[in-house]
Every structure is written in structure tokens, then in C-alpha cells.
């Protein structure tokens, strides 16, 4: 006995053809073979599916009538047996359109939670980004612990933990720096009564080698005061910017004060000294003073200090939106390029130069420069044949500019 199920009435007869419609599909189809062994006859022969009485229990791939069928044998007695199936055409179908179903909402929607979702991560981690900028435009001598306001909470332990290394490097830094200036400090007091023992010395009678000799510990007395006073002044100006007094500066006021300081050493080398003609006048900066002052002085006494006798040194200033660019040019010998980073180096002096000195003039610059946020490089000279130009850009504090970006340092 077949029943073929469509459209289904309410009460199943057997030996009729029923119909169970699939969203009203007439072609999917589910047949039901009713199997027995009655004595010796077996009445498969006669079903649907043809089935034998060996058959076993279970799913089974069965071609019959042109079509493959999806059938599942039960059997619930020993002399009975049970046959359900479908085409796998029928099913193939089916299952492609429960699937499409499926697919077709998750595609349309996949698009909106993937935007959703990096909507969301940028938002969350926009603070993250924000704290990422502020440490790359800090100096190196900026310590300061990270914020941690509008931070994400899975990123706190890692910002604490950045923050308790700051501390400890600007504990270790300060320790270094006040062993320093305390060791500068302390010396300074023994040099300066011998550099006086000396002058007093020098008044007495003595023979020539005596005297060429004393007149050589003067000398070496006089650099070690020298190179005291320069470790101090950079202890002094590797400090932390708290505490500093920021104000209008004139460019001009500084200028003078700096010519004043060191005319009468570029008067004894017959150095032509003085502010360019090219040079904008009236510009001001708000920027700590000591610092400006301390880093153009030295500049300017380098110069005069390399460059040979009947030499000529030019001041220059220029305003540019809120960065001032202060040169110091020289028809010196100049700087090799290779060597213009390295000679920023604590007690780092070129070989072969004949200027005595402590190495540490560039360094005090490069720190009072970064004191002010601001950058310097050293140049060949674009107005003499030889010759260096050290080039300084510095910000107007009140403007808010910790740092001087990328298109002004190449100014």
C-alpha cells in the first residue's frame, strides 16, 4: 500500500492519495509504503519503492521510477514494515530556499553591523588616539604621567603601568641631574681659590720654566672653572619647565645683549660681528628668556670661537606665523653633515680642531631649545662661500604649540 501525502484532509485513509503542499507546492511530494508478509506473499512488489524484504532499517538512496528517492525504513514488527521518502530534487530545493531565506537578511544586514561595529571600536578608542598624539609631540625631557580621563577601561592597567615607568625614569633622571649640578657646585669653590692662589702666585719671583709652567696651570684652571660652569648651566637647563616664567621677548633686546657679552672677544680675533640687514626687526617672542638667551649666546661664542681671525658673523631673525627662525650664520670652516647630529653630544669635540673647549656648548643649546618646544639644525651657509648656519625655530609659548611641527623645523 502507497499513500502519496498533498493536501492533506483532516483524516488519513489507507489506499488514497493524500497531499501535504510545501508553501503550497503540489510537486513536493512525500510517499508512504505500508509493507507486509502475509504468510509467503510480500506485497513490496506492488509499492512505490519496490522495496525487497532484506531490506534493513534506516535512510537509503533509492532510484525508482526515473527519480531518486530519500527514504527512511522503519520497522515496527517483524512482519511489517514502514517506508517514507521524498525526491532529493524535491528536498535539494527546499533546503535552497530555506537557505536563501536565510542568507538573504543576514547579507543586508552583514554590511550594517560590520560599519556599526567600526563605528563603535573608533568612538571607543578615539581617546586612546588623542593620548597617542599628545605623547608624540612631547620632548624627551617631558615626564609627565599620561591622562587617563575618557580612557577605555580594559586600557587602564596598561596606561597605569606606563605612568609608574615615567616615574620612575624622571626619578632617575632628577637624581642624575642634582648629582650633577651638586658635584659642579661643590667643585667650584676649590677651583676658584686655586685660579686665585695662582694669580698670587704669579706676582713672586720665579725662573722662566717656573713661570711657563705656572702660566699653563692658569690655563687648565681656567677650562675646569669653565667646564663647571657649563655642566651647571646644563643641569640648570635640563630641569623640568615647571616653575619657568614665560613672557614677550624682543629678538632685538636679546641680540644686544649678546653682542655686548661677547664683542670684545670677536674684537681681539678682528671678527665683523652684528645683526644682518636682511633681518626683520621688532619681533617678539613669548618664550622663557634665560633659555633664549643662553642658547643664542652660546651659538654665538661657538662661532667666534671657530671661525678664523678677520671672520664674519651674521644674526638673523625672521617671524613666521608663530615661530620665530633665529640664525647665527659664519664664513667658517663649517660642520661635515655626517658629524652635524653628533656634535650635540655631551663632551663631544671634533678631532682635529684647535679651539680648546669642554664639548658641552651644544648640548646646553639643544637643551634650552627644547626647554622652549622648539628645533634647531645646522646648515651650509646660503649667503658665503663656506660656512655654517645654525638655525633655530621656536614657538610662541601662548599659542599653545608645545612643539614645532614638520614644515617649520625644515624652514
Not at 525526491?87 to 542568507?103: G, N, Y
Not at 648629582?179 to 722662566?208: K, N, Y
Request: aromatic share 6%; hydrophobic share 40%; net charge neutral.
Amino acid at each position: 500500500m502507497a499513500i502519496v501525502i498533498q493536501n492533506a484532509p483532516a483524516a488519513r485513509r489507507p489506499q488514497e492519495k493524500w497531499s501535504l503542499g510545501v508553501e503550497d507546492d503540489k510537486d513536493a511530494r512525500i510517499f508512504v509504503d505500508d509493507l507486509s508478509l502475509s504468510g509467503s506473499e510480500w506485497n513490496g512488489n506492488t509499492t512505490h519503492f519496490h522495496l525487497s524484504p532484506a531490506v534493513t532499517t534506516g535512510f537509503h538512496n533509492i532510484d525508482t521510477h526515473s527519480e531518486t528517492y530519500r527514504v527512511l525504513v522503519t520497522k515496527p514488527s517483524s512482519k511489517r514494515m514502514i517506508a517514507i521518502g521524498q525526491q532529493t530534487d524535491v528536498r535539494d530545493d527546499i533546503a535552497f530556499k530555506s537557505a536563501l531565506r536565510t542568507l538573504i537578511p543576514f547579507s543586508i544586514t552583514l554590511p550594517v553591523l560590520v560599519l556599526v561595529a567600526v563605528l563603535l571600536i573608533r568612538h571607543s578608542l578615539k581617546p586612546v588616539t588623542t593620548l597617542a598624539n599628545e605623547v608624540r609631540q612631547r620632548d624627551e625631557i617631558d615626564l609627565t604621567p599620561l591622562t587617563k580621563k575618557q580612557i577605555p577601561n580594559e586600557i587602564l592597567p596598561f596606561i597605569s603601568g606606563i605612568n609608574r615607568l615615567l616615574g620612575k625614569v624622571d626619578y632617575a633622571m632628577q637624581a642624575q641631574k642634582r648629582f650633577i649640578a651638586d658635584a659642579a657646585h661643590e667643585l667650584r669653590t676649590p677651583i676658584t681659590a686655586l685660579i686665585l692662589q695662582a694669580e698670587r702666585l704669579s706676582g713672586s719671583p720665579m725662573s722662566t720654566e717656573a713661570s711657563e709652567r705656572l702660566i699653563a696651570l692658569r690655563l687648565g684652571l681656567k677650562r675646569t672653572k669653565n667646564l663647571l660652569e657649563q655642566l651647571l648651566a646644563l643641569a640648570r637647563q635640563q630641569q623640568t619647565n615647571d616653575g619657568l616664567l614665560y613672557e614677550w621677548i624682543s629678538i632685538d633686546d636679546i641680540f644686544r645683549q649678546v653682542l655686548e657679552t661677547l664683542l670684545p672677544l670677536a674684537l681681539e680675533k678682528k671678527i665683523d660681528i652684528g645683526i644682518s640687514s636682511t633681518s626683520q626687526s621688532n619681533v617678539s617672542v613669548f618664550t622663557e628668556k634665560n633659555a633664549l638667551y643662553t642658547a643664542l649666546k652660546n651659538l654665538t661664542e661657538n662661532a667666534v670661537r671657530y671661525i678664523p681671525e678677520g671672520g664674519q658673523i651674521d644674526l638673523h631673525v625672521h617671524k613666521t606665523g608663530a615661530h620665530s627662525i633665529i640664525a647665527v650664520e659664519d664664513n667658517g670652516p663649517g660642520i661635515d653633515k655626517a658629524m652635524r647630529t653628533r656634535v650635540f653630544d655631551a663632551f663631544y669635540r671634533i678631532e682635529g680642531a684647535a679651539e680648546t673647549g669642554s664639548g658641552l656648548g651644544l648640548s646646553i643649546v639643544q637643551a634650552c631649545i627644547a626647554k622652549m618646544g622648539g628645533v634647531i639644525t645646522l646648515l651650509d651657509s646660503p649667503h658665503f662661500t663656506s660656512g655654517l648656519m645654525a638655525k633655530m625655530v621656536i614657538p610662541d609659548k601662548k599659542t599653545g604649540n608645545a612643539s614645532v611641527s614638520s614644515k617649520y623645523s625644515k624652514l
